[in-house]
């Protein structure tokens, strides 16, 4: 008995059977995870290396080859990247896919655990991170205020990151651009040398005399006190009062060789909110939590923070992944119940029966509902990934059961048979077709599951929720629907058939006109057919082709790099005249400004102060009828009155799994000699500037550092004794300023700074008039030792693949990536560099390149797996290629579509090309799968091919439309994330409507070649 003879026998039964996944579905969906992109785990290991006071070619020869040797025997490492700058190195080491990242992390550590005697002495110990795209940050906070800089980065460290370290979920909360209370004391040479005192003699004073140590225990037999020696200064104005030596019976206080100041660190870099003054708080989530609930819960805790808080200080959430996330995710319902309701509308239109309409868009709900179940149990998330997959899934769920359903309407109206045995009767004869569609379109999609590359870890979820969906739809419509088709499906007396309006006849008689015309002359369809496959490359070049399509997002920043030596007041009052023109700019409400490091992983009193952020909010999209892109061309505008500047309009990045820039294209040149690198640099960014299209060219070469080089006379300062590293380490804490103890107040400690007064530091002349201890001569001149010479030394040094490399990177503007990648390939082949030169695109070019190529994998298993299940399907090696013929002419419609509507060839229409195919393949097998049963009835060939097209005509287009009607909406959509979405809705849209009528045609045509090929053959060669 088959399955649906049993459903329709026992409906209770059947209800059951498939309420029982709609209850798993409902009970899932609270518990599914809310986020932007599903939780892939990419093997990246960022290892970061802090030296204060090291030089950048120190950096990079004591330490980042280090590393790099030490790492570069790990197994499977793709890209080895690193760049240094002053007393800092990060090396990020890219892993092959098939690498497991908690390994990969793992071996880093263990090989950097070899190497760390031999860094260099004073080198923090490497931080060794594995990039988690999951506990990536969700959220930044701004703490402004009008006071005193130092009060904000207090009142934001112990009251605000402290509370909101302990909130559920979040892993991290890092404090950047804020001011560190310190206790600074400046030391004023002149007086050292009155006294005959060295800086080293302040450093021991204050390490010696600053201190609580244990002194063991007081044993008095039945009780035991703890000795401790209290010798910590109580209070910052003490530290005055510090004995440091005696003189002729005379103790010299720290106030008579210097001054103690209660203030902070020195500031290497600062935010602002607005003009404010204002610490930023990044929030990071823990692994595996939901984003929404995560920055739910802070707002929720920062609601009750605020009250606690001095009435000038106000907190505001800057960057917000869950406002994206959730205007995205609720954009996608809207777009799926709309899908949902014209897709009913679609079976009505056809149909013009209500409860036929009800009775088919109940496989809607039945369908999706216990996907949630599925997805819960396989541990994915709603995202934009598998929401598009939800989505996508509407317009195809419902096909079996419209399938399935027309055919017993049919039935039932003109055979006239009882709604039960109709029931029976038709689901019997289509069941093989159905079940045909439904597996070759699960084969499509098990290639996208299985595909390799970074996009595939991120679509992997796509194609099993999308095959989950389409194999639960297969269920009802082999259970649900033929059980209620039996109950609930009843033609009146008066019921004239559904195919008896005008418009339906039309298109009835047409197409069969066409096809009979079709089959009349059948070689002028091969023609047309061949035509249209040799238009598919002349029509894909037209077409431009990106990795993903950009979206408004409603922010972006703005990068800025100053000119070397640019101090930090000089790098604030640019920043400041920059904020209030871009404030100026249209929809633009708020500017947070962040000067120097954004990491929190800089050494103290170290940072770059030439390199700053502006984040620009505007007001939401549905607001404004302008795109954020046309505002980021006019910060481009304003910003080119500013030359000495180098600067990028960018987008907001979701993720960023290395410290480098994201931008549109990034072109690595490597060979032996940095200069003619330099100079093919420079053509290349030359040409680029010409072309117009690119934007905010820049390259990794930066400016020359200006730098006060000491150079010692060996001879001299061995004859007073004076050893080189003794020049070096009183310089460093004169000029440079070392913690050289700690200061405890209450349950805080914070750092004791020593250096020289500013007076004595702030030029070349005063740094020479320096002393260092010599034991024959006492305190001796810098300038008696040493001379000062004005040198420029590079800002940073990046290396990839264990060689020195410059970088071209460039935004793009009205070019896709594609046709830029080609663009420079032409230019740079022409160049015609020596061997030992070379290039490669990296970045958002490589995943492309990469992409196309899983892509092109996955299109070939497809196409073999549809072969399989059809071949299997119709016991035939040949039907199936008659099938399949119709695919190919599917792809200069769908590039055509592309064209005329202004979009790109991207990962998401890709994916629209694997639906469309699964489509047009369903039709030719209900078209071919009718006329063998109509032939096996014993009907002539022609009229058999003839009748199965009338007939299956309606279900075709039935199910056409329903898709496209499910697409309009998201390929309409100007919401967030619609971007994304709409290239995939575009291509299935154009593909098929504009290829329908030919797809239509190729199938019976190319069966009846096959027939008589087969017919002629027989008849030579006689019965076997």
């Known amino acids: 008995m088959a399955i649906w003879e049993f459903c329709i026998r026992r409906p209770i039964f059947t209800v059951m059977l498939i309420t029982a996944p709609v209850a798993l579905g409902i009970a899932s969906y609270p518990q599914l995870g809310v986020d932007l992109f599903p939780n892939v785990d990419l093997p990246v290991v960022v290892v970061t290396t802090t030296l204060k006071g090291a030089s950048i070619e120190e950096m990079e020869t004591s330490v980042t080859k280090k590393i ?25 080491i890219n ?105 080293e003699d302040v450093r021991q004073a204050l390490i010696r005399q600053n201190l609580e140590a244990p002194g063991g225990r007081v044993d008095q037999r039945s009780v035991e006190l703890v000795l401790r020696t209290m010798g910590r200064i109580e209070r910052a104005q003490d530290f005055e009062q510090l004995i440091i030596a005696s003189r002729n019976g005379q103790p010299i206080r720290l106030r008579d060789v210097g001054r103690v100041e209660d203030g902070v660190e020195e500031p290497r870099g600062l935010s602002r909110l607005d003009g404010d003054n204002a610490v930023s708080l990044i929030i990071q989530k823990q692994s595996g939590t939901n984003t929404v609930e995560v920055v739910r819960a802070v707002k929720e805790r920062i609601s009750q923070i605020q009250p606690t808080l001095p009435p000038d200080i106000r907190l505001m959430m800057i960057r917000d992944q869950s406002r994206f996330i959730e205007a995205s995710i609720d954009e996608v319902k809207f777009h799926a119940l709309l899908g949902a309701i014209l897709v009913s509308g679609t079976i009505l239109l056809f149909i013009r029966d209500v409860p036929t309409t009800i ?3 109940l496989a809607i709900p039945t369908s999706m509902i216990p996907t949630f179940a599925f997805m819960a149990a396989m541990g994915y998330s709603l995202n934009n990934i598998t929401m598009l997959g939800l989505i996508l899934a509407i317009g195809i769920v419902i096909d079996d059961a419209v399938v399935v359903h027309e ?53 992997n979820s796509f194609g099993f929720t999308v095959a989950f969906a389409v194999l639960m739809s297969l269920i009802v419509s ?58 598919t490359p002349v029509v894909f070049s037209w077409i431009g082709k990106d990795f993903v399509p950009r979206d408004d997002q409603s922010e972006f920043e703005v990068v800025i790099t100053y000119p070397e030596g640019y101090t930090l007041e000089r790098a604030d009052r640019v920043a400041r005249q920059i904020e209030q023109r871009l404030k100026n700019l249209r929809g633009v409400t708020h500017v947070f400004t962040i000067i120097g490091d954004r990491t929190g ?66 072109l690595n040149l490597v060979g032996p000699d940095l200069e003619k690198l330099q100079q093919y640099a420079h053509q290349v960014m030359q040409w680029m500037h010409s072309r117009g299209h690119y934007v905010d060219v820049d390259t990794s070469l930066s400016m020359r550092k200006p730098e006060l080089r000491v150079y010692v006379d ?151 797996f549809m072969y399989m299940v059809l071949a299997a399907q119709f016991e035939s ?55 063998n049963v109509l032939r096996r009835q014993g009907m002539e060939l022609r009229q058999a091919i003839l009748e199965a097209n009338r007939t299956r005509l309606r279900p075709i287009l039935m199910t056409t439309v329903m898709l496209v009607a499910a697409m309009i909406p998201i390929a309409l959509g100007r919401g967030p994330g619609a971007a994304a979405r709409a290239s995939m809705a575009k291509v299935i849209i154009g593909g098929q409507a504009l290829s329908l009528l030919l797809t239509l045609l190729v199938t019976p045509v190319a069966y009846s070649l096959w027939e008589d090929l087969v017919r002629r053959v027989w008849g030579r060669g006689g019965k076997v």
């Open 68 to 92: 790099e040797e030490a790492v570069n025997t790990i197994s499977g490492i793709d890209e080895l990247r690193s760049t240094t700058k002053e007393g800092f190195s990060q090396v990020v």
């Open 95 to 199: 892993f092959h896919l098939y690498k497991d990242a908690d390994v990969a992390a793992q071996e880093v550590r263990d090989k950097i655990s070899t190497i760390v005697s031999q860094l260099p002495t004073g080198t923090d110990t490497p931080i060794v991170d594995r990039f988690d795209l999951d506990a990536a940050p969700v959220a930044t906070i701004a703490v402004a205020g009008r006071r005193n800089f130092r009060e904000v980065t207090e009142i934001a460290r112990k009251r605000i990151k402290e509370e909101l370290e302990t909130v559920r979920g979040v892993g991290a909360v890092i404090l950047v651009g804020g001011q560190r209370r310190a206790v600074n004391v400046y030391l004023d040479p002149d007086k050292l040398i009155a006294f005959g005192l060295s800086a």
């Open 359 to 361: 009775i088919a868009s």
């Open 407 to 459: 055919n017993i309407f049919r039935h039932m109206e003109e055979l006239r048979l009882p709604a039960r045995e109709a029931a029976r009767s038709a689901t019997a004869e289509i069941a093989s077709a159905v079940l045909a569609t439904t597996l070759s379109l699960l084969v499509i999609f098990v290639p996208v599951a299985f595909m390799q590359g970074r996009v595939g870890r991120f679509f």
């Open 478 to 535: 082999f259970t649900m629907t033929p059980m209620l088709c039996s109950r609930f499906l009843h033609l009146s007396d008066r019921h004239r058939g559904s195919k008896s309006g005008p418009i339906a006849r039309v298109l009835e008689n047409t197409y069969v006109a066409v096809l009979r015309f079709s089959l009349n002359h059948r070689w002028l369809v091969v023609l047309l057919t061949l035509l249209t496959l040799a238009a």
């Open 601 to 666: 992983r800089v050494a103290k009193g170290q940072g770059d102060v030439t390199e700053a952020v502006i984040y620009c909010r505007l007001v939401d999209l549905r607001e404004r009828d302008y795109s954020q892109f046309e505002v980021m061309q006019q910060a481009r505008a304003l910003l080119e009155d500013y030359p000495d500047l180098r600067t990028a309009v960018q987008d907001v990045q979701a993720f960023q799994a290395t410290g480098f820039r994201q931008v549109d294209v990034d």
């Open 714 to 864: 060996r001879e001299r300062a061995s004859d007073l004794g004076i050893p080189l590293e003794t020049v070096a380490n009183t310089l460093g804490l004169l000029v440079g300023g070392q913690p050289v103890s700690t200061y405890k107040e209450l349950d805080e400690q914070y750092d004791v700074w020593l250096r020289a007064d500013l007076p004595f530091r702030d030029r070349p002349a005063a740094v020479e008039a320096l002393t260092v201890p010599s034991p024959q001569a006492g305190l001796v001149r810098l300038s008696n030792v040493a001379r000062l010479d004005h040198a420029y030394g590079p800002n940073a040094i990046d290396r990839f693949g264990r060689q020195r490399q410059i970088v071209v990177v460039a935004n793009l503007q009205g070019i896709s990536l594609g046709q830029a990648v080609q663009e420079i390939r032409q230019f740079m082949d022409n160049l015609n560099m020596p061997p030992e030169y070379r290039y490669e695109f990296l970045g958002r070019a490589k995943l492309l390149s990469e992409t196309n190529v899983n892509f092109l994998v996955a299109f070939v298993l497809s196409f073999i």
């Open 877 to 931: 090696l040949v039907h199936p290629i008659t099938i399949l013929l119709a695919l190919p002419l599917t792809l200069p419609f769908a590039f055509l579509s592309l064209y005329l509507l202004d979009t790109n060839l991207d990962i998401y229409a890709v994916f629209g090309l694997f639906m469309l195919f699964g489509i047009v393949k369903k039709n030719g097998i209900l078209q071919i799968d009718y006329t």
